[in-house]
């Protein structure tokens, strides 16, 4: 039996794409997803969605008899480690991990984005799990760094890039009018929405057809907001994992919050911008050579996309390039799961 730890269970496409992409390397590893029990904060849609075991986030007393029959505890992917968006997050997270040690079951960090972590006493906390864990993998470099600043022995771990690059995607495609718009919950949403409008409003006068992709919880509510005074604006469904492909495939441009719905841009050949709302964003766009917008800095956005559709063909190839590099580094999770496994 493998216990699975996580962000799972709340509607957010980034989260359920990078356990579809376990639960199938699992399976391809000799684990049947019957073994596989997922912490998830929606138990009956986990079952349904990916056909495995799940229990709520808070069943403790089932969890705590469920750790002795467990092969080993997998934790991740994601940002499970950081502090900046929730100081919750860490000391149940790592509260998890401490019961799994004291079950004496193996833990392995995977696929991790850590920190950043300002509390100096979740610091330390990390430091521990990490340094207890049989294994970890970490998707960029500034988690490399931050776990050596940690004092995290790097022989334990491997440098790799987020499981969801493990999905069959497509090239680039022609350029094409379609411009897929995802927005998430921020701070400045109420002092940029009417910002937004007249960015949107600009791209359609420019022959953008601007559509908006919820990918998480509260996405879609900034697009309704959004559609008020934009009647044109299309606003999709909250994308699931079999529609996603669908919405993306033949459109030219995504700007994205989220770095999943980046990351879907690439993988499905669509040229991807980012927006700096979190230092993972600013990874993954570094990661693929794309650019980053600060949310501060909205209002060049305007002039800005213009200039990056006439520098388009060379940031198409640097991003192909990029993409290519990282699909073959996200395939080391496989390949630390099953040294973990063995």
Known sequence: MIVVLGYYGFGNLGDEAILATLCQDLEDLGV???????LSGNPQHTRGQHGVQALGRFEMGKLWRT???????????GS??????????????????????LRNVPVFMYAQGVG????????RWVRRAFNKSVAYTVRDEASVRFLKELGVPTQLGSLCADPVFQRQGAKFCSPSSRLLLNLRPYNLWPAQRDLWVDLVSHWMGEGWQVEFIPLGPGDRGLALDLQVKLPELRVHSTLELDTVAEVYSGAGLCVSMRLHGIIFAALYG???????????VEAISAQLQIPLWELEELPSLKLGLGEVVAQREQYEQDCASALEVLQKL??????????VLR
Do not use: W
């Open 32 to 38: 049947s997803r019957e073994e596989i029990v997922v």
């Open 67 to 77: 750790l002795p029959s467990a092969h080993c505890l997998i934790a991740g992917g």
């Open 80 to 101: 499970l480690f950081q502090d900046v968006t929730s100081k919750r997050s860490i000391p149940y997270y790592l509260s998890i991990v401490e019961l799994a040690l």
């Open 116 to 123: 950043p972590v300002r509390t100096k006493i979740y610091q």
């Open 270 to 280: 669509v040229f991807p911008l980012g927006l700096n709302y979190d230092p993972k």
């Open 330 to 339: 996200a395939e080391g999770n496989r390949t630390m799961l099953a040294q």
